[in-house]
């Protein structure tokens, strides 16, 4: 596509759901990039895939969190028993293999735990 | 571990007048890439600039340039003739050019505001 796709863009679910979050990236991107955002804050990395090679997973902040990628293109970021500090905008990034030119960007989603 | 910070939490700028916005920056690496990107409400996180550390020329893109400081580790991004598009929150981040892949690092973000 011509752009990073992310859905859904906005989400509100109960807290101890489970929440999977979807990240399209651009064709041809072979690198996958979730960042979160919270409230006032940066952007925290949380996870990321290059091609065929083995995730790093350094930035997931529990195991409540795990991403897959397939075909080496859409990515689900699933946060199980969501907690309300999971609240956040999570955003999504691709790249050519060495981003170099920096990353495009999703808009994201605002994920909201009540 | 590299470390991103931007010290000015919220900047504001009249319209058509020139704002910098700092950030300063961690690593005892000696080739890294510096991005400022911008995130308007939108949410879409858009590339500003980027400077490549092994290039001592300071980079410029239309009304934006940055002051790249390697020594001090300084990377400030100067907005001249402010529109009212350009209120937005600005992030300064860093890559390793080796190495954590492409993994950027952020700072915590400035809040422009443009007064017009």
């Known amino acids: 596509g011509a752009g990073v796709s992310q859905s859904p863009s906005n989400k509100v679910t109960e807290k101890g759901k489970d929440v999977e979050l979807r990240c399209d990236p651009i064709s041809g991107h072979t690198a996958l990039y979730w960042y979160r955002q919270s409230l006032g804050q940066g952007l925290e990395f949380l996870i990321y895939f290059q091609g065929n090679s083995a995730p790093d997973k350094s930035g997931l902040p529990s195991d409540r969190f795990s991403a897959e990628r397939t075909g080496g293109s859409v990515s689900t970021l699933t946060i199980q028993r969501t907690q309300q500090e999971d609240s956040a905008v999570y955003l999504c990034?691709?790249?050519?293999?060495?981003?170099?030119?920096?990353?495009?960007f999703g808009s994201g989603t605002r994920l909201t735990v009540v | 571990a590299q470390t991103v910070t931007q010290s000015q939490p919220e900047m504001s700028v009249q319209e058509a007048e020139t704002v910098t916005l700092s950030c300063t920056y961690d690593t005892s690496e000696s080739d890294y890439y510096l991005f400022w990107y911008k995130q308007p409400p939108s949410r879409q996180m858009i590339l500003v600039i980027r400077?490549?550390?092994?290039?001592?020329q300071n980079a410029t893109e239309n009304r934006f340039s940055v002051n790249f400081q390697k020594a001090a580790k300084s990377f400030s991004l100067k907005i001249s003739d402010s529109q009212l598009g350009d209120a937005a929150m600005y992030f300064c981040a860093y890559r390793s050019y080796l190495n954590q892949g492409g993994k950027l690092i952020f700072g915590q973000g400035t809040e422009l505001s443009v007064k017009p």
């Open positions: 990034a691709s790249s050519e293999t060495r981003a170099n030119y920096g990353y495009t």
């Open positions: 400077q490549e550390a092994y290039k001592q």
